[in-house]
């Protein structure tokens, strides 16, 4: 099988072109690739493909094998790959996901695609579509103990399930020990969720440290800026532009009022090319 490594801000995947290649098991395939000893090394696995719906289609793989509805690194990393290997020619594409069709703004350089800007579409908040078991018509803000640590925490969906926790220094957070017990509590989130630590440095400005349903914590996560951004407007702790600080590098988020939708802007890169055996994996 033919693939490209690529990452956006470190969160990394290998991405394959499925105008080329067949990928029957693809969940079995991702636990395969993302192995960093015995296999690739990335958080999971990303198809290219044809869509009927719009320019081109994508499926993400989490490394456990399990399919995440969307990605938001990952779509930047497939707009480079379709862009700089010839694809197509336009800057301005459409993919589909099965969180809806996104609208993506390359942003060329010397005719390689350096970031993009994505319409992320509309954060959700109701808790039977985040989703997260709730009597309230929101979570937000509300208090949840995990590990013997009190939190405070509002739920969003950018098509997948986010769970947003603030805390004093993202750096003392054990994400290890905290991550596992949001992500694996069923009660509260019957299709598990991401989790987002949230450091507020000022009203344009927060860090942020993520546990992924499916991947453990990762160095980056797009769809999870997005929903931590929006937790923060609702909190009335940011303002409508923030620079996400994450452990591989900054997004640019911004909510847009009269469209009500998230835009991320963030570096897309390729690491390499490669062919790997997956014999007797599919
Ligand atoms: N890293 C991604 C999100 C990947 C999917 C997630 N783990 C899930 O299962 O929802 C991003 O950049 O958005």
Redesign the pocket.
């Known amino acids: 099988m033919k693939f490209t490594k690529m990452h956006g801000c470190g969160?990394d995947y290998v991405y394959v072109n499925c105008f080329k290649e067949e990928v029957k098991n693809a969940g079995a395939v991702s636990r395969f690739v993302s192995d960093r000893h015995f296999g690739i090394g990335s958080?999971g696995l990303i198809l290219i493909k044809s869509s009927e719906v719009a320019d081109f289609k994508m499926a993400?793989y989490?490394s456990d094998g399990?399919e995440?509805?969307?990605?938001?690194?990952?779509i930047r990393c497939v707009a480079k790959y379709v862009y700089d290997y010839g694809l197509t020619d336009k800057e301005q594409i459409s993919i589909e996901t099965k969180a809806g069709i996104k609208h993506l703004e390359l942003q060329v350089n010397g005719g390689k695609v350096e970031t993009v800007t994505v319409d992320m579409g509309s954060p959700i908040t109701t808790p039977a579509e985040v989703p997260v078991i709730s009597d309230r018509d929101i979570v937000l803000a509300e208090k949840i103990t995990k590990g013997g640590m009190d939190y405070e925490m509002t739920c969003v969906s950018m098509g997948?399930p986010h769970a947003i926790v603030f805390v004093e220094d993202t750096s003392k957070v054990e994400i290890e020990k905290a991550g596992p017990l949001f992500e694996n509590d069923k009660e509260r989130f019957p299709n598990r969720t991401?989790t987002e630590f949230i450091q507020v440095l000022d009203r344009g400005t927060i860090n942020m440290r993520v546990w992924?349903?499916?991947?453990g914590e990762?160095l980056?996560?797009?769809?999870?800026a997005c929903a931590s951004v929006y937790a923060c407007i609702l909190n009335e702790k940011t303002d409508d532009e923030v620079l996400v600080h994450l452990l591989g590098g900054d997004l640019k988020i911004r909510y847009d009022r009269e469209k009500n939708h998230m835009f991320m802007t963030g570096p897309a890169t390729v690491v390499f090319d490669g062919e790997i055996d997956i014999t007797g994996i599919e």
């Open positions: 969160n958080d993400m989490n399990s995440g509805e969307m990605c938001g690194n990952g997948n991401n992924e349903r499916g991947a990762t980056a996560c797009g769809t999870g």
